[in-house]
C-alpha cells in the first residue's frame, strides 16, 4: 500500500505479508540506503526477537545496534528518548544510519520520535508487532512521547521510510491485546467502510483467535483505509479528523480513569457513546450504537462507562480537550455505518451538556 506523504521523496510503502520479517534483512538492504541499523525494541520483544533480527541484520554495513528499553507506556517519555539518542551519540552514529523501530504503539512512537530528532532526523524504518500498531499506529508518521502534563504532547511528524507488516507476529499476543487492536479495526470499518465492519463481525472469534487467514486480510484492509485517510491529508487536518471517532469520549474516559483504563477499552466505550450522540442529534442512523455496542461486546469489551467511573471528571477532561472551542467540545459523528458525516470540516461542535447524560 502506498502512502503518498507530500512528494516523491516522502512517500512510503506498507508491505503486509505473513512470512515478512523473515525477509526483512535483504528487503532494507533493497528498500533503504543507509550505512548501519539502529533496532530500538523493548526488552520484551527484543528477548523474544530482537537478538534474532539484530544477528540477521550484520553483515551489511556496519554491525547493528539494539538498543533497548523497558516495556510499557510510562517509558514513551523523554528520560527515554535521552537515553536512546545518548546511546546513539556514544556508538558514534552518524546520518548515514537508519532506525528500525521494532514493537508495538510506544516502540514505534518512540523510536520514531528518536529518528525525528536525531541529527536532525534520519531514515525510520517501523516494523510493527502489535496489531494496534499493525493496524494503525504504524502508519501516518506521527512520533512522540509523554509528558506528566500528558501523552503525546511533545512529537514530531516524521513519515517513516518503509512499513513492514508481518500479521504472522501477532500470534504470539495475548488475546487481549489482539482485542486492543481489533477495536481500531472496527473504528475504520465504521467511518470508511460497512463492508469492512460486516466482515469483522462475521469474523471476529477467529481474529481474537489470531488465525492468520482472517487477519492478514483484516490488515491489509485497515492499512489500505488508514493510508487513504492520511494520504489526503498527511498533515493533522480537517479530513485526518475522522480518525478521531471515538477517541473524543474515549481519550477523557482514559485520563479519568489515570490509564487504568486501557486505550482499547476506552475506545471502544468512546465509539458506542459518539454514535448514540450522534443518534440523538439525528445525524447518525438509529440502530448504529447498538451495532458497535454488539460488536465491541464481542471483543470481550465493555460497551458503557463502567459502573463508578467519576462523569464529571470525564467532562471536565472533554472540556480541557484541544477540540473545544467557545464551551463547546467538537465530535466526529458517523452518518450511516460506514461513513462519516461532513458537519462543519468533518466534525460537529456540541454541547457538553448533551454529552453528559450519554455517560451514565
Ligand atoms: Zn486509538
Redesign the pocket.
Known sequence: VRVRAGGETRDYDVIVRRGLLAELPSLLAERVRVHRWAVIADETVAGLYGFALADRLSGRGAPPLLLTFPAGEEHKSRESWVRLTDALLDAGCGRDTGILAFGGGVTGDLAGFVAATFLRGVPVVQVPTSLVAMI?SSVGGKTGVDTPGGKNLVGAFHPPRLVAVDPEATRTLPRRERAQGLV?AFKHGAILDAVYFDTLENDVARLLDGDPLATEPAVLRSVELKASVVTQDEREGDYRQILNFG?TI?HALEAASAYRLS?GGA?AIGMVAEARLGERLGVTKKGTSARLAAAMEALGLESRVPPGTDVEAVLAFLGSDKKRREGRVRFVLLGNLGSVDPGEGWTRAVKLDEVGPLLD
Do not use: T, Y
Request: no cysteine; aromatic share 0%; proline share 0%.
Open positions: 494503525d481500531e477517541h474515549g486505550h475506545v
